[in-house]
């Protein structure tokens, strides 16, 4: 990938959903320390506010937006905010995720034979219809700027390759939900990117991470698994249609 990292620029306006945590706020951190005007979206106001008063601190540019991903209303009044505060949005970052029900550690996860679909609309609704009703909701925003660009948080769980593979770890469990949400994720992040050409739409997937989700028991630092993210945010001119971590290319 051709790499043209923005230098401190203060007109780059980047939105993260899921912003109070984990990669999302690691990803707030890195682009205000390039000197990016960070919109911290979260659901949670309270901490939403913590984090963002903490990157304020060590000098970042960053407002607080409340907004619930799974909410019409919350996503309409965050589009409202953000457009009192700004023109245009730059880059939007999708990244706010669950993994599902689980009834003890990773490997007590709730099993196929056992998903209802409530388990499974539970985490389609923030992971797959979270992202859609952010980005149709900021389409006008994104179109305002000149390089617009949509990074979507996946996973090479919704690879069907690495699914497939009985070697790979992320094949050691069944699990329906979080594999099957990411899954559809990519598809329709490659479906944006063939059909609203004026924004560019890519898929991150920070690998086994330790954060909050995986009680912490990934094998990378958050900073590692933010990687591909600020990778795909930054540059620009830039691909679309593209799913990488932070080595490179990930198999579909």
Known sequence: MTNTHATANQSTTVLITGGNKGLGYETARRLGDLGWRVLLAARDERRGRDAAERLAADGADVTFIPLDVTSDESVAAAVAAVGRLTDRVDVLVNNAGITGEQVGPLDQLVGPADTLPEHLGAVLAVNVLGPVRVTHALLPLLHAADDPR???????????????????????????????????????????????????????????????????????????????????????????????????????
């Open 150 to 252: 949509v990074v979507m948080v996946s996973s090479g769980a919704g690879s069907l390759t690495i699914a497939s593979d009985r070697a790979r770890p992320e094949a050691s469990v069944a699990h329906l939900m979080y594999p099957t949400s990411k899954a559809a994720l990519n598809m329709l992040t490659l479906q944006y990117a063939h059909g609203i050409p004026g924004i560019r739409f890519n898929l991150a997937d920070p690998g086994f991470t330790a954060t909050d989700l995986n009680h912490h028991q990934g094998t990378q630092s958050v900073t590692e698994g933010t990687d591909a993210i600020v990778e795909l945010a930054t540059t620009s001119p830039g691909p679309t249609g593209r799913f990488r971590d932070r080595s490179g290319a990930v198999p579909w």
